[in-house]
Each structure stands twice: as C-alpha cells, then as structure tokens.
C-alpha cells in the first residue's frame, strides 16, 4: 500500500511540475505575456493618443468660435466706433493663428471616415481667407457689408465647428468603443492561444504522464494481485535476509515443508542457515541461486527454491527476491517412474537397463584401475514346468524369493538384477581370480539346494549359470552379457545345474546355431520338406504291417537334416506349428493312396500340446477316411511327462476320435506305472538305446522283457524300434513282442520305394 501511495504523489508532483517540459511551459507563458501587453500598448497609444487628441479639438474649436463671435462682434462694435481697430485686429490674428492651429490638429488627427474633414477645412480656410482680408484692408467701417459677411460667416464657422465638435466627440466615443472591442477580441485570441500552448506544450505531456501514471498505478496493481495470487511461493528479504513480503503460496510451501515454524523462522532456520555459504557465493558470483531442499521427515517435502539479488539504481543490492515450489508431487512421480525405469517391478531388482549401466559404470572404474570383475548370467532351470505346473502367482512369488535369496548370499557392492522371465544377472565386483567366482557360483547353487518354501509347497529348483569376466572375455556392458549368456546356454546345454566360464568355442557353436536358425526358417518358406517312411513288421509273421512317417530337412545350403537336429530347435522358436501343417498335409496324401488296413504312425511335436487347433483341423479331415484306427499319432514319452493333464486331454481326444496313440521312445523318460495306466494307450514303442543291447545285455534284455510283459498285461501292443540284428528280432520274438521296426527291416525310404518293395506297385 504505500508503494501504491508514493506512486499516486510522484503522481501528482508530476502532473503539477512536469520537470522536463516546465522550462519550456514558462518561456511560452512569458512570451504570450510579452505579446499581449506590447499589443495592448500599441492599440492603447494609438487610440488614446487620438482620445487625447479629441479634446484638445475640441476645445480649440470652442475658442476659435468665441473668438470668431469676438471677431464678428468687434466688427460690430467697430462699425459704431466702440472697439478700437487694434482690438479687433488682435482678435483676428488670434483667430487666424487658431485656425493654422486647428488645421495643423486636424492634419495630425487624420482620422479620415470618423468625421467630414474636407468640409471643416474648407469653412475654416474660407472664413480665414476672409479674416486676414479683413486684418489686410483694417477698414471694416467703410465696408460694413464685410461686418455683416464676418458675422454671417462666423455664424456658419460657428455652427461647421459645432458640426466638428459634435463629429469629434462621436469618433471619440467610438474610439472608446473601438478600444473596448479591441481589448475583448485581443483577450479572447490570448485566451485561446494560451490554451493551445497549453494543449499542445503542456497539456500533451501532461496528458501523457497522466496514462503512463495510471499505466503504472494499473500495472502496480496487477503485479501486487499477481503476487498474491501465484502458485508460486514469492518472497522479497531484506539484506539481512529478513521476510519482507511474503504471498499467500509461500507461507502455504514453508507450512507444507514445516507445519511447526513461521514463515521467517523457515527462511532463516531451514534455508539460510543450511544453504547460506552455496547460496551467497551464487549470489556473488552470477547473482541467482537455484536449488533444491527437502525435508528430513518421514515424508520428505521436496522444494525448489530460486533466488536473485535485486539492484537499486545506483546498482546496490536493494533485496532479495525469492520463488518456492512445492515440487514433492513431481519428485514422487520421478521416483516412481525412475524406479519403474530401472528396477523390476516383481523382485524389487535391477532391471536390465539398469544392470547394463552398472556394468558399464564398472568397466570405466576397472579400466582405470586395471580390475576384474565378472557377469553371472543365471537361468533357472525348467522354470517353465514350475510355471506351468503350479502357476504364474507362484511362479512370480518364487521369482521373488530367488531375487531375495541371491541378493543374500552376494556382496553388498555386487548388483543383482532380473532380466526378466527366469533370467537373473549378478555383477560381482573386485575379483581378484577365476577361484572367486567359482566359489561364488557354487555358493549360488549350494544356497539353492534345498527346496524354497512357497504356499506350503517346497520347490526344487537349480540354475544354469554362464559366467563372462571382464577384461579377458569383453570389455563391454553388451559383450559381457552377451558372453555370459552364450557360456549359461552351453551349462544348460551340458545337463543343467552347472555353471560354465565363457569360451570363444561357444560363441562359434552359438554362431553356427544362429544361421541354423535362419536356414531352417528359409526352409519352411521355400517348402525344404520331404517325408521317409519306415515299415513297421509284425514279428510273427514277418509282413509289413505299417509305416512310420519320418520327417527329412533337405536345406539349400546344408546337408540332409535330421530330424532329432532340428525339430527340437523349430520347437524352441515356435516354428513346430508350420512345419507340422506341412507334415500333416503331406501325409494326408500318403494315407489316401496306401491300402486301408495299413498302418500309418505319424509323429506328433510336443508343441501341439499347446497349439492343438492344428492337430484338430487334420484330425477333422482324417476322420472322412476309413478304417481310422489304423492312423497312429506317435507321443514320446518326455513329452508326455512334461504335462501329464493336458497331455491326457489331448490323447483322449485322438482316441475318443477313433484314431490310435503310441507312447514312442518308452522307457527314455521314466514314466510311473500309474501313469502308464492313467494315460490309455494302445501302443508302447520301446527306445532303440534298450533295442540295442537286448542280445548282449541281460538288464537291457530284462527291461525289454518286462515292458512286452506289461504291455501284455496292460492290453497294449508293443513296437520294439531299432531293431538292427536278427539275434535281436529273435530275442523279441521270444519275449512274445508283436512289432518291430529298424534297419535290420528296413530304414526309412521313399513312398514310391516302400511300395515298389511291399506293394509292387508306385503310388501316385
Ligand atoms: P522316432 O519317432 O523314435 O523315430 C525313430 C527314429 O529311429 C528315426 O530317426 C529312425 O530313422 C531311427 N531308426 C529306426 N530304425 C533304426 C535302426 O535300426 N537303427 C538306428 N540307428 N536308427 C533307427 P529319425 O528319422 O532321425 O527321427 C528321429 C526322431 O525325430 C523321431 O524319433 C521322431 O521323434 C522325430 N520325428 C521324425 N519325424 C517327425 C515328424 O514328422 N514330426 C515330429 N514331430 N517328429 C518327428
Ligand atoms: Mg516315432
Ligand atoms: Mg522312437
């Protein structure tokens, strides 16, 4: 307010004494003073030199009339001899030097159109022609018609002067009129040429430090509302640091960072006295502070604070502006999404950005500091049974206590982080050799010996662990991952629960693994496809009794592929789906043209068991062909184990369709006799590895014998596959096998071959 107040009277002086046009402002009023005085003297001299003038004429015509009727008189007298000639000589002479007096006035008063000069001169020239003749003869007695004529004649002058007389006091009074006039209008033009200097000499300037005034008082106004009504906490200190002006915003941020203190005791307890040193050195050196505080509460209030020095005129500090922010709200969600940027959201963990820096971080220091340290890429091994098996919410919850215990049995400076799936990373820091790291991967494994209790139920998980070391395997963040990962991968390749050193040899083996890959996807685009088939013999009899179709890769680029190379690398890249439409579709053909009581066994991936609508639409077109029991889907055995529920679904599925099922490679993943029974099948195909040695191994011979055996009991026939030798088929025989299938038949061949030898004729 009284920033407002002083204003308002700068105002004013102002308004009255505008400083930079005042000079100017008197020299005009001077001016004009000057003007109209020297102009009311000019008309004023002139009017009343002739004012003055008048009376004189006046007066001076009244005597020449007295005198001219003492002329006519003294004529008169003289003519009866009372007046002596001398007498009436005087009074002409009187009269005639009158009269050279009033013609010299008039002359002077030459006031032509006030009054009828011509006319008076010309009666006075007259009557004095007439007195000086008069004066000339002096003998008025002997021509006293002369007296008569002077008397006659003075009578006229007399009344031609009153004329004059009555003329001259007219013009006198309108030249008093005429002055009066003169005076008004000469006024009124002062008047108004004051006025415009006034306007424009004055009154603009005036008129405009009048709006700048108000412009001013306007703006003054909008910034004390601006003040008050900001967001922003704004604060004017003195030098002393002392709260001048504090808004509405300020008190409620200094409240917000501490509900106990006043506004003052919060600027100088928590923020001067804090920051003072930071804050003054800024203010000296570049003259504004910026900056942060938060409080040490248990909810930390996060401010930010922003200070400049504000100069006087003569550039010396007049006080200190300050703005606060309430900025917690921003600074919460940084955190969060920081958090969300770097740290798993289900372990609490590293995340994989974040342990790329790290390690990133961690070869710059060890670079300079010639260090070692080494990357643990960590895969649990089947985590996918587990997930399956018992579900996704205990899968995530035994994530978490993975992450929890690795976190435990590791350095407090090493970094344990989740990649995400089942793949964790630990960075271990400062290894001084390649025995650290291998106690550490043991202490790993060892940590996770025993089962992690979850829900009540105990797990039993291992790890994969490949380990990279920096800098003998990489020098990069990306590398040493990269190299980590190959190294877990060959672990899990070598049987699982192991850890392994990276290698360049592994790198080459991943190389090679990865333009597979590309091979087998051009594979499947260009159609690289062809089935052999393998006759199935009934032992007793020793006719063909089927075929199994067996899947052959012929690349481009490589030699022929087996199936055993490359079906279990299309089921990890989800390329199964493609390759067995291509199967089915082909074999389909097969089973229209071969005879109808012929078996037909095709082999079925284990990822139908997760794509089923494949499976589904082949068996829909089969189900048109007859005789569909002798169509056999061929399971193996792992695969079965690997989900026994759906796997069951599945298989009754086929069955309920008519179609047969075959559990293949038995004996190779240790199904339970439960199982077994549970599962309904109709054929058991006995691995070739027990096929192999039967003839010379009498626990190979055993087993085979007791799988014929149960199979028997169980009601199910039994395909003995790999059979190579006749001591073999005999030795299948005796067991009392029904079926047998291997080269010692016949290995797989081509359709037109497999019939050309059982049929004798070529299919078409
Ligand atoms: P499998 O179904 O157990 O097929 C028998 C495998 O044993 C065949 O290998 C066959 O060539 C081989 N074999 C048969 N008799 C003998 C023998 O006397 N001695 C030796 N050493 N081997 C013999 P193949 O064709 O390489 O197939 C390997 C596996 O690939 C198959 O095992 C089967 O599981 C899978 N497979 C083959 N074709 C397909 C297919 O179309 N789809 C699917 N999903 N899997 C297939
Ligand atoms: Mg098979
Ligand atoms: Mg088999």
């Known amino acids: 307010m009284d920033r407002v107040q002083t204003n308002r009277n700068r105002f004013i002086s102002k308004l009255l004494f505008p400083k930079e046009n005042l000079v100017f402002a008197l020299f005009i009023s001077v001016m004009c003073l000057v003007i109209w005085l020297v102009t009311v003297l000019i008309i004023d001299a002139y009017l009343i030199k002739e004012r003055r003038d ?43 030097e009158n009269q050279a007096y009033l ?61 004059t007389v009555s003329e001259w006091e007219r013009t006198s009074e309108n030249a008093n009129l005429q002055l009066i006039k003169y005076r008004i209008l000469f006024g009124i033009s002062f008047l108004i040429t004051c006025f415009a200097v006034y306007l424009f000499v004055l009154a603009k300037p005036l008129h405009l430090s009048i709006v700048t005034a108000n412009l001013k008082d306007h703006a003054i106004n909008r910034f004390k509302r601006l003040f008050d009504y900001s967001h922003e906490g704004l604060l004017i200190l003195d030098k002393d640091w002392h709260v001048v002006h504090a808004n509405t915003a300020a008190k409620r941020v200094s409240n917000a960072f501490n509900s106990d203190s006043s506004m003052e005791h919060f600027w100088h307890e928590k923020i001067n006295l804090k920051l003072k040193g930071k804050i003054l050195s800024a203010l000296d050196s570049v003259g504004r502070w910026e900056g942060e505080v938060f409080s040490n509460d248990e909810k930390t209030t996060y401010l930010h604070v922003s200070i400049i020095q504000v100069m006087d005129s003569n550039n010396q500090l007049d006080f200190y502006g300050a703005v606060m922010r309430n900025i917690t709200d921003v600074r919460e969600k940084e955190e969060k999404l920081k958090t969300l940027a770097l740290y798993d959201g289900l372990t609490g963990l590293a995340n994989r950005a974040n342990i790329i820096e790290c390690i990133s971080e961690e070869c710059g220091k060890s670079q300079e500091s010639d260090g070692r340290f080494a990357v643990l890429f960590i895969d649990i091994d089947g985590f996918k049974l587990i997930n399956d098996g018992y579900g996704h919410e205990l899968g995530d ?129 260009n159609n690289e496809f062809f089935q052999l088939f393998q006759p199935v013999i009934d032992i007793k009899t020793g006719n063909i009794v089927g075929c199994e179709a067996l899947l052959r890769w012929q690349s481009s680029t490589r030699d022929l ?21 291509w199967v089915f579709e082909a074999s389909l053909k097969v089973i229209q043209a071969l005879p109808k009581n012929f078996y037909f066994a095709i082999n079925l991936s284990p990822k139908h068991f997760s794509n089923s609508e494949v499976l589904s639409a082949f068996l ?43 559990i293949d490679d038995f004996g190779t993943g240790y199904t339970s006799l439960y199982n077994l029974k549970r599962l309904e099948f109709d054929i058991i195909k006995i691995d070739r590895s027990f096929i192999k ?42 067991f009392g096998c029904s079926y047998a299938q291997g080269y010692y038949f016949s290995k797989p061949i081509e359709i037109n071959a497999l019939e050309n030898k059982y049929f004798g004729k070529t299919t078409t």
């Open 54 to 96: 008048y009376p004189s004429l006046i007066n001076m015509a009244g005597k020449q009339r007295m005198l001219s009727q003492k002329a006519a008189f003294l004529t008169l007298a003289r003519q009866t001899n009372q007046t002596a000639d001398s007498d009436l000589k005087s009074a002409i002479d009187l009269m005639v």
């Open 103 to 163: 013609l010299t006035q008039a002359e002077l008063v030459d006031l032509a159109g006030y009054y009828k000069k011509q006319a008076l001169d010309k009666q006075i020239q007259e009557f004095s022609e007439f007195v000086t003749q008069l004066s000339v003869e002096s003998n008025l007695q002997r021509k006293p018609q002369y007296t008569l004529d002077l008397m006659n004649m003075s009578e006229a002058l007399q009344v031609a002067l009153d004329k």
């Open 397 to 525: 919850k035994l994530l978490n206590k993975i992450g929890n215990r690795l976190s435990s049995i590791t350095k407090n400076t090493d970094v344990v982080a989740r990649l995400g799936g089942d793949e964790f990373v630990l960075l271990a820091k400062n290894i001084t050799s390649d025995d650290v790291i291998v106690s550490l991967s043991k202490r790993i494994m060892k940590a996770f010996e025993a089962p992690i209790q979850c829900d009540d139920i105990g797990v039993q998980i291992g790890f994969s662990i490949g380990i990279s070391v920096y800098p003998s395997d990489a020098e990069s963040a990306s590398e040493l991952l990269k190299k980590a990962d190959i190294a877990m991968y060959t672990a899990k390749q070598k049987g699982k629960n192991q850890f392994q050193f990276f290698n360049s040899e592994m790198e080459l083996y991943l190389k090679e693994r990865f333009s597979f890959e590309d091979d087998l996807r051009n594979g499947i685009l």
């Open 561 to 581: 592929v087996s199936p055993n190379n490359f079906i279990p690398m299309a089921e990890s890249l989800n390329l199964m789906t493609e390759i067995d439409k």
């Open 620 to 662: 829909s077109k089969l189900s048109a062909i007859e005789n569909k029991a002798r169509i056999l889907f061929e399971i193996t055995e792992t695969t079965i184990i690997t989900d026994i529920e759906k796997s069951t679904r599945i298989i009754k599925n086929i069955r309920k369709q008519g179609f047969l099922v075959a």
């Open 693 to 734: 040695d039967i003839s010379t191994d009498s626990n190979s011979k055993n087993i085979v014998e007791a799988i014929v055996k149960l199979a028997q009991n169980l009601g199910l026939n039994v395909v003995a596959e790999g059979v190579e030798t006749k001591e073999q088929l005999e030795c299948l025989r005796e």
